[in-house]
T-cell receptor, first 110, second 110 residues
C-alpha cells in the first residue's frame, strides 16, 4: 500500500530564506507527482506537476524535483515571502488514484 | 471557465438526516473524485469515477454513495448522517494528469 509522508508537519522560517519541503513515498511505481498549496479554509491549488519521466519542474520561485528510485520529492521555494504562508501537500499518482501526504504548514515568517 | 464548483459550501445536519453534495466541472474531464479532509488525517479518497456512468470505491467509502449520471457532475450522498462524517469534503477532477479541486463543503453532523 502506498504511503506518503511529509516531514516536518510545520516549519517557521525567516523571510527571504530559501525553503526545502520534503515528500517521501513507499512505492516507486508512480505515474506522476503533484504539489499543492492550501490556504486556511480553502481548496487545494495546484503548484507543480512532475511527470514520472521528469526529474524536476519549475514555476517562478518554485522548483520541484523527483527521484522515483529513492521515493522522494522536494519542493524548493526561493526567497520566501509572508504570502507563502500556507500548507503544502504532495500527492503521488498511481492508476486513477492520488495518495496525499498530510502536508507541511509554513508559518511564522519573521 | 468556472473550473470545479461545489454546492453547498456549508451544511449542518442532525444525526440520521440525509443530504447530497453536488460537484460540477466544466473542463470536460473524465475522472472525478470525492475526498474528505480531517485534521491530522490528510485527504482521504471516498469514491471516484473514471467516466460517465461509472463509479468506484476509494479508501473510506462506508456511509456514502455516489452517482455520475452526467460527465460534468459527480454527486455524493449521505443516506443517514453520523457525527463521524463531520468533515470538509472536496471534489476534484483530473485532466492531463493534473488534479483540480473545488472550494470544499464544510459539513457538521450533530
Amino acid at each position: 500500500k502506498q504511503e506518503v509522508t511529509q516531514i516536518p508537519a510545520a516549519l517557521s522560517v525567516p523571510e527571504g530564506e530559501n525553503l526545502v519541503l520534503n515528500c517521501s513515498f513507499t512505492d516507486s511505481a508512480i505515474y506522476n507527482l503533484q504539489w499543492f498549496r492550501q490556504d486556511p479554509g480553502k481548496g487545494l491549488t495546484s503548484l507543480l506537476l512532475i511527470q514520472s519521466s521528469q526529474r524536476e519542474q519549475t514555476s517562478g520561485r518554485l522548483n520541484a524535483s523527483l527521484d522515483k528510485s529513492s521515493g522522494r520529492s522536494t519542493l524548493y521555494i526561493a526567497a520566501s515571502q509572508p504570502g507563502d504562508s500556507a500548507t503544502y501537500l504532495c500527492a503521488v499518482i498511481g492508476t486513477y488514484k492520488y495518495i496525499f501526504g498530510t502536508g507541511t504548514r509554513l508559518k511564522g515568517f519573521s | 471557465n468556472a473550473g470545479v464548483t461545489q454546492t453547498p459550501k456549508f451544511r449542518v445536519l442532525k444525526t440520521g438526516q440525509s443530504m447530497t453534495l453536488l460537484c460540477a466541472q466544466d473542463m470536460n474531464h473524465e475522472y472525478m473524485y470525492w475526498y474528505r479532509q480531517d485534521p491530522g488525517m490528510g485527504l482521504r479518497l471516498i469514491h471516484y469515477s473514471v467516466g460517465e456512468g461509472t463509479t468506484a470505491k476509494g479508501e473510506v467509502p462506508d456511509g456514502y454513495n455516489v452517482s455520475r449520471l452526467k460527465k460534468q457532475n459527480f454527486l455524493l450522498g449521505l443516506e443517514s448522517a453520523a457525527p463521524s462524517q463531520t468533515s470538509v469534503y472536496f471534489c476534484a477532477s483530473t485532466g492531463a494528469n493534473e488534479q483540480f479541486f473545488g472550494p470544499g463543503t464544510r459539513l457538521t453532523v450533530l
